[in-house]
């Protein structure tokens, strides 16, 4: 199966607020859009199908959550955080 093809993010209160909890900003998670980024199948039984790990304006590697929306392109990030060591190794 390919990867999705993630074009932008749909993004609410609800999910903003959990990039906050995290040290986050919704202009951080939509950074990683406009950077190098990798797009990975999320282990079973999540919410979220596929995570997208990639770097933000600051260098910051974000790893984030996605699942679909009534349009293919645009993803609804449920969460996001700074990448564990492992997803920081999944980018070039």
């Known amino acids: 199966?390919?990867?999705?093809?993630?074009?932008?993010f749909l993004i609410d209160e609800e999910n903003e607020d959990k990039?906050?909890?995290?040290?986050?900003t919704a202009i951080d998670v939509l950074d990683v859009l406009d950077e190098p980024?990798?797009?990975?199948r999320?282990?079973?039984?999540?919410?979220?199908s596929h995570l997208v790990i990639g770097r933000d304006r600051q260098d910051?590697?974000?790893a984030i959550p996605i699942e679909p929306t009534h349009d293919r392109t645009m993803?609804?990030?449920i969460t996001?955080?700074?990448?564990?060591?492992?997803?920081?190794?999944?980018?070039?």
């Open 42 to 48: 999320n282990r079973k039984a999540r919410r979220a």
């Open 75 to 77: 993803w609804r990030p």
């Open 80 to 92: 996001a955080w700074l990448c564990k060591g492992h997803e920081a190794a999944w980018l070039p």
């Open 60 to 62: 910051r590697c974000i």
């Open 1 to 8: 199966m390919s990867s999705p093809v993630v074009e932008t």
């Open 37 to 40: 980024h990798r797009i990975k």
């Open 19 to 24: 990039f906050w909890r995290h040290g986050l």
